[in-house]
């Protein structure tokens, strides 16, 4: 049954949104706003899922290949055929809706938006939930697909401690992606109340709780959170996303009855003392502008909204001193938890390089000795540790590429710089042209095509895509006769 | 005592050279030609297979009181003691040599299947590594054992020129209370010391006392009170297990082994200690990573000559105390010769532990020193007059030790007085324990 599991999946997805943009229709119908970019949206998925699902097949087992189709493949067909309302309600150009719908969908958060008042609100309900179902996807691959590609280094962060293996992966996996989903969808709920709780309009809560949990970044209101001058409104999002950034897997342990795990994972501790430690430091760099009660919630804020790579704004941090702005910059490139829907590199990554650097220091003096690099109790696999160095490589590689080519498509440097990294990284905004409050839309078309490769491949662990640039993976698979024993 | 030994091997020649002149005692093996490792012992020997029921009984089994396997086949010892106690209500214990029979045992559940047909199980290379443990932790005791359930320490010390109560009579020298010195080894020849016994620099002294004295004593030989760095060549089961035990104490550990896959399961399993991937004789090694300044040098791999040159080697580096592991206990003499000051072989230890675990007489064996002298745990019998130590009249080349009585624990002096109930630890020399067994029988006839 090969090349039949591809299409299944893609399929499979693309049946899911035409439910989703039927719901939508009907939403839109019921607020009297215009329908027919919903229901556009939804012929066409509905015809090209209903088509694909019949040539593949569910129970054929997938070849590494085949996986990696799939995931491409999905990744950009159901951002294309969620972009048609962009551009039949909202009436942009392709370029624009397709990035503005990657950016939904990769959970980043960059806009092209201008004119957020003539914007309906069913489209601006459409834009959160895009984050949201893009979120549940990529923690569904994470957690579940890469781990058994072994992509990036991720086998080895979902493996829960050595024990018997008796248990077969693919009910274990099933249970980790479902309590996982289980996490997510009751912490939108929650916050989604807390939000209403703190003050909130009802509309904006729901829309906001869908892009905190899958640390999307989009706003209803053009001034996202600075809109609502609330600083109550301001700790939960916080709060909500120090979550968001977290793993889901072990925050799914932790509710399930082991809540020590939690504090003793290596990378979450990590995380929170990253984060506390830069929130700090951005506080006491704030303090010329703010009060100390403005300065501590504006620094934790921004630095758990960068860092987590959600991208809300609880003020206009592209006008804050540049002192101020190297913080937000550091923490562009460190990233969430590996179990998170956030992007970025990763905390854990950072953790693995940290220590097999220590470790080369240490040999240094030691030149016979034999030295693990350890995470927590586990050691980590020296194949893990290649698949880590491409990762951050290449990573870093296509955020410089990405740079010099915004830069010499006629944007300024700082500009070049933060949008590379915002879309990359999935973050959202970046500074100087691209910061809070504006938007990507003045920028060159092709760097907003550029900006849209770069949200897809920092969205699917960048060595994902660069296999497409491998030789190898175009050669086909030469058909032999099978010999039959 | 009726007592079964399953294999003739070293273990099994140790035990029944400790048991035959006071028990009856059978030794079963599957090749005849080991008979003649206890032709000169009081045994009965038989040809045969432990693990089978027939042979078994053959053996006496079925009135034997306590049934020992100590072949080098687990699996066999397991199925030994699994037949001795279908055929008999007999006291099984079984060696083992490998970490998963121990762990299996230890396991939960393990105790309603097969607990109840197994009443000891024996890992000797543990039994080992504790002991070594023990002796590292106490900066520059060469020996170390405990009594009366921790209360009561033993330690050996070699006295250096610049050490405390040399050059004068024992009876002027200010020992701390509650500690005496209850013997000295000078030249290859054990003594149990008066008041007139004058210690020398070079000779082995071994101290009695009070745990909670004996710290005082420690600090007298060694003011710093910790072994902070120890060196461990050999990185097999004894080599990991004592690294194990001291990674607790936060002391710095060096491992050097030889083979690379073990060395990536030590370095997993020990995460505080440094794992070297090199040969423990390899000299540039060992100056590369300052060996020399490590305060104990453990050598433990499975190569007595190996052993023996990173000791002599350690020695020479200035390493201030060396342990060393002995595989053949008939080493043991040669090694001293040559100067190794902690020679500990596995096999002795556990001959110990048996010894101990059958309770003989009411006696206990409780530690041998260097197989020169051996310490005794017994009770003065009831219904025995009370009299002063000094009149009681123990036997020659004998030494009361500590008295316990009740839970208290004290050291005694000549006029101290001894109480029937009272246990005594005594100190007497390998030749001597039946004479000190006879004088606790006469003591009780006598007071009949």
Redesign the interface.
């Known amino acids: 049954m090969r090349g039949r599991f591809a299409p299944y999946v893609i399929g499979t997805g693309l049946l899911a949104l035409s439910g989703v943009m039927l719901l939508f229709t009907f939403y839109a119908a019921v607020v009297r706003q215009p329908m027919t970019g919903f229901l556009l949206s939804a012929a066409l998925s509905a015809l090209f899922g209903a088509v694909l699902r019949m040539l593949g097949s569910s129970n054929a087992e997938p070849t590494r290949r085949e996986a990696l189709i799939a995931v491409l493949v999905s990744w950009l067909a159901v951002p294309a055929v969620g972009a048609v309302p962009y551009a039949v309600t909202a009436g942009f150009g392709p370029v624009n809706a397709f990035f503005e719908s990657m950016s939904g969908f990769t959970t980043t958060g960059a806009t092209v938006l201008t004119d957020f008042a003539a914007f309906p609100s069913s489209l601006f309900l459409w834009r959160a939930l895009s984050q949201w179902v893009g979120g549940i996807g990529i923690l569904v691959i994470f957690i579940a697909v890469f781990p058994q590609l072994a992509i990036a280094g991720r086998q080895l962060f979902f493996a829960e401690a050595p024990g018997p293996t008796e248990e077969r992966l693919t009910p274990r996996l099933r249970h980790t992606a479902t309590a996982v989903v289980t996490v997510y969808t009751g912490l939108t709920v929650l916050c989604a109340a807390a939000y209403a709780i703190a003050g909130m309009p009802v509309f904006d809560s729901v829309a906001h709780a869908f892009t905190t949990l899958a640390a999307g970044g989009f706003s209803p209101n053009a001034q996202s959170f600075q809109g609502y001058a609330n600083p109550a409104v301001d700790w939960v999002a916080t709060v909500f996303m120090l979550f968001a950034g977290a793993n889901f897997a072990l925050l799914y342990r932790g509710v399930a009855g082991r809540p020590r795990e939690i504090l003793r994972d290596p990378e979450f501790r990590a995380y929170v003392s990253i984060a506390v430690v830069a929130s700090l430091a951005l506080t006491v760099l704030l303090l010329g502008v703010y009060g100390l009660g403005d300065a501590l919630r504006h620094g934790f804020f921004q630095v758990f909204s960068i860092m987590t790579t959600t991208g809300y704004a609880s003020a206009d941090f592209a006008q804050w001193p540049q002192r101020a702005q190297a913080v937000l910059v550091v923490v562009m490139f460190i990233g969430g938890s590996a179990g998170s829907a956030g992007g970025g590199i990763k905390v854990v990554r950072w953790l693995i390089i940290a220590r097999n650097t220590a470790r080369e220091v240490r040999r240094a003096l030691h030149p016979r000795a034999v030295l693990p690099v350890r995470l927590g109790n586990r050691v980590v696999p020296e194949d893990v540790l290649r698949s880590v160095a491409a990762f951050i490589t290449l990573y870093v590689g296509l955020f410089a590429t990405s740079t010099v080519i915004l830069v010499m498509l006629g944007a300024d440097f700082v500009t070049a710089f933060t949008a590379s990294i915002a879309c990359l990284g999935n973050i959202g905004p970046g500074l100087a042209r691209v910061g809070p409050m504006v938007d990507f839309g003045h920028l060159h078309v092709a760097s907003r095509l550029l900006l849209t490769f770069d949200m897809y491949a920092g969205r699917l662990e960048v060595v994902t895509v660069f296999v497409l640039f491998t030789r190898g993976w175009w050669r086909l698979p030469r058909r032999r006769p099978h010999a039959r024993p | 005592m009726n007592v079964v030994i399953v294999g003739g091997g070293e273990i099994g020649a140790l035990i029944a050279g400790s048991l035959h002149r006071t028990h009856n005692v059978t030794v079963m093996d599957m090749e005849g030609e080991r008979e003649a490792a206890f032709e000169s012992m009081d045994v009965q020997f038989v040809r045969g297979n432990g693990a089978d029921p027939s042979d078994l009984r053959v053996a006496g089994v079925d009135h034997a009181d306590a049934f020992i396997a100590c072949t080098t086949n687990d699996d066999v010892n397991v199925l030994a003691c699994l037949a001795a106690k279908g055929l008999a209500d007999v006291e099984t214990m079984a060696f083992v040599t490998r970490q998963r029979y121990v762990d299996a045992f230890a396991a939960a559940g393990a105790f309603e299947t097969i607990g109840l047909a197994i009443d000891r199980v024996l890992w000797p290379q543990r039994t080992l590594a504790h002991q070594i443990a023990d002796i590292v932790r106490v900066p520059r005791a060469l020996a170390t054992a405990g009594f009366a359930g921790g209360r009561l320490t033993m330690l050996e010390y070699r006295l250096e020129p610049h050490d405390p109560f040399l050059d004068r009579p024992l009876g002027q020298a200010e020992l701390p209370s509650g500690v005496l010195v209850a013997g000295a080894i000078r030249a290859d020849t054990f003594t149990i010391p008066s008041g007139t016994t004058t210690l020398q620099a070079g000779d082995k002294v071994v101290f009695m006392g009070r745990a909670d004295h004996m710290h005082a004593l420690e600090r007298r030989f060694a003011p710093r009170r910790r072994s902070h760095n120890v060196a461990v060549v050999g990185g097999g089961n004894v080599g990991f297990m004592v690294a194990e035990q001291l990674a607790g104490d936060r002391a710095n550990i060096t491992i050097i082994e030889q083979n ?1 896959a073990r ?2 399961k ?3 399993w020990l ?1 505080h200690a ?5 040969d423990g004789t390899d000299l540039e ?1 060992l100056q ?2 300052r060996i020399e300044d490590a305060d104990v040098m453990v050598a433990v791999t499975d190569d007595d000559g190996k052993n023996l040159l990173v000791s002599l080697l350690s020695k020479q580096l200035g390493i201030p105390k060396v342990i060393t592991r002995v595989g053949r206990s008939r080493n043991r003499r040669l090694f001293e010769r040559v100067g190794i000051d902690a020679p500990l072989t596995p096999r002795a230890a556990a001959v110990q532990e048996v010894l101990n675990w059958l309770h003989v007489d009411e006696v206990d064996h409780l530690a041998s020193i260097e197989d020169r002298a051996e310490v005794m745990e017994l009770s003065y019998p009831a219904g025995c007059r009370e009299g002063k130590v000094r009149d009681i009249g123990a036997p020659r080349d004998s030494l009361i030790g500590a008295i316990q009585r009740d839970k208290t624990v004290f050291v005694p002096h000549g006029d101290t007085i001894v109480r029937p109930g009272d246990h005594l630890f005594i100190v007497t020399t390998p030749d001597n324990t039946g004479a000190v067994e006879r004088w606790l029988e006469a003591r009780r006839a006598a007071s009949d």
């Open positions: 690379e060395c990536e030590l370095a997993q995460p440094l794992v070297l991937k090199g090694l590369q990573e």
